[in-house]
């Protein structure tokens, strides 16, 4: 059994910042990719930012130069330090993990950008 907790979710102004964290716990022989996604209301789920094991990153266009996917794999966690939030980024993310190749979701935490 693999297990995500997430926090750091909550609501901001726009050009507020949030770090959201998703710890990894259970039967973990090795992480691989983790990651960060999200779906707002109508819309199909997308992939925000992806870290490999080596700290290789990828970010969707929409956040690039804004967001800032890290990890720490002594505590199997992983992080998304989201700056210059804007109302676009309205959403739950959620955290995804690879063990052993197979995915594993966390429960996903709301993050709203309103004034």
């Known amino acids: 059994q693999v297990q995500l907790v997430e926090s750091g979710g909550g609501s901001v102004q726009p050009g507020g910042s949030l770090r959201l964290s998703c710890a990894v716990s259970?039967?973990?022989?090795?992480?691989?990719?983790m990651g960060w996604y999200r779906q707002a209301p109508g819309k199909q789920r997308e992939l925000v930012a992806s870290i490999t094991s080596g700290g290789s990153t990828n970010y969707a266009e929409s956040v690039k130069g804004r967001f800032t996917i890290s990890r720490d794999n002594a505590k199997n966690t992983v992080y998304l330090q989201m700056n210059s939030l804007k109302p676009e980024d309205t959403a739950v993310y959620y955290c995804?993990?690879?063990?052993?190749?197979?995915?594993?979701w966390g429960q996903g935490t709301q993050v709203t950008v309103s004034s």
């Open positions: 259970g039967s973990i022989f090795s992480i691989g990719v």
């Open positions: 995804n993990v690879r063990v052993l190749g197979v995915p594993y």
